[in-house]
């Protein structure tokens, strides 16, 4: 470090207040206050004099920009959970540690998960569409307007059972529907237990019995494109999907042919693959009420910025005081 006591640590973007404020108590911070994503010429200049940088899901932290950064450049501590955008093999060659900020989001995405599991079926948003598009005048109540479909008694797959998976299974649970698992390894007796759930280690056998899927996977090489055409062409034609983790576990194109042709019949969205382009023919499709889509904020509360953002700061100053910092991540996570 260039000055053990006050490294200087780049922050990418806008941040609490809170956040902020402590940021600047511990360190020579240097801030984003009217929050423009970086170039990536400001970030290479960045990497070559902070000590610390501070990135988000919005940064793409690639090998060459990890190869640009100088000597004094040793640590990135992502203001996230996911690690996707950060070529963490690289920053290990390099003696960059990497950090994230893990668990403080698990229940802000689990509810807003559970909020898409919801809305889907039971056309929320197409039906608060209906009073705003009309300024409130609607002909009234009808025994067969606005018909969804019942969430209790189905069957959900969660694909994915770490801690967000299992916050999803949680709610769901309550909800009355039977949980269903895909993951690489099979969650703990107990757990599985509680959760009365079911494990399946063929993603493929549990695609063609579940009734909704949730995607709670993190997204890495292995997991790109999970849901391919090939896949999706399992699903149930009265099957509905929601993505809370990273669009490019899914095949957008192949989700999108399956939803026009009826081969699936919704899909509730945070996330997608060219973020934040969004797809128009998933646009389209959330004009006609097939889907619902939400940008990115399934983690947004002011509650788990401000806590990713203390993660953050301890993480900092752990690794400054020559500890091991707390979410340090290692390249064999991926
Ligand atoms: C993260 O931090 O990985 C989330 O995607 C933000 O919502």
């Known amino acids: 470090m260039t000055n053990k006591k006050r490294p ?10 809170a956040v902020e404020t402590r940021m ?12 423009t994503p970086r170039t990536r010429d400001e970030l290479v200049d960045a990497m070559q004099r902070a000590d610390v940088l501070v990135p988000t899901v919005t940064d793409r932290i690639d090998s060459s920009l990890i190869e640009a950064a100088g000597p004094q450049m040793k640590l990135i501590a992502s203001f996230s959970n996911g690690i996707d955008h950060i ?11 990497v950090t994230n900020t893990p668990n403080v989001l698990t229940e802000d995405t689990a509810d807003m998960t559970m909020a898409l599991i919801l809305a889907v079926p039971r ?24 018909l969804g479909r019942r969430i209790a008694g189905k069957r959900i797959g969660i694909i994915g ?17 039977s949980i269903h698992y895909h993951n690489r390894k099979r969650v703990h007796p107990d757990t599985e237990e509680k959760l009365e759930a ?4 063929s993603l493929d056998q549990m695609l063609a019995r579940v009734d909704i899927v949730s995607v709670n996977c993190p997204s890495t090489p292995a997991t790109y494109h999970l849901l391919s055409a090939r896949r999706l062409a399992l699903l149930q034609p009265t099957s509905y999907i929601v993505n809370t983790a990273r669009g490019g576990i899914i095949d957008e194109a192949a989700l999108v042919k399956c939803l026009k042709e009826g081969k699936i019949a919704g899909a509730g969205l945070d996330v997608f693959e060219n973020e934040p382009a969004v797809n128009p023919k998933l646009v389209k499709l959330a ?3 097939k889907v619902v889509l939400l940008p990115h904020m399934s983690s947004a509360t002011l509650e788990s910025r401000i806590d990713m953002g203390d993660k953050v700061v301890i993480n900092i100053r752990t690794f400054i005081d020559g500890h091991r910092p707390p979410d340090r991540v290692l390249p064999n996570r991926m």
């Open 287 to 289: 004009g006609e009420g």
């Open 161 to 177: 059972m770490g801690r967000i998976g299992t916050a999803v299974a949680r709610r769901a649970k309550a909800f009355g529907l």
């Open 123 to 146: 056309r929320l948003a197409e039906g608060a569409r209906i009073l705003t598009d009309r300024k409130g005048e609607w002909a009234g109540w009808s025994p067969t307007w606005m």
């Open 24 to 35: 600047r108590e511990l360190f020579d911070a240097e801030l984003n206050i009217d929050d």
């Open 87 to 97: 070529d963490i093999e690289a920053a290990t060659r390099k003696g960059i540690t």
């Open 8 to 17: 200087k640590v780049y922050i990418t973007r806008k941040l609490p207040d």
């Open 198 to 201: 079911t494990y399946w280690d």
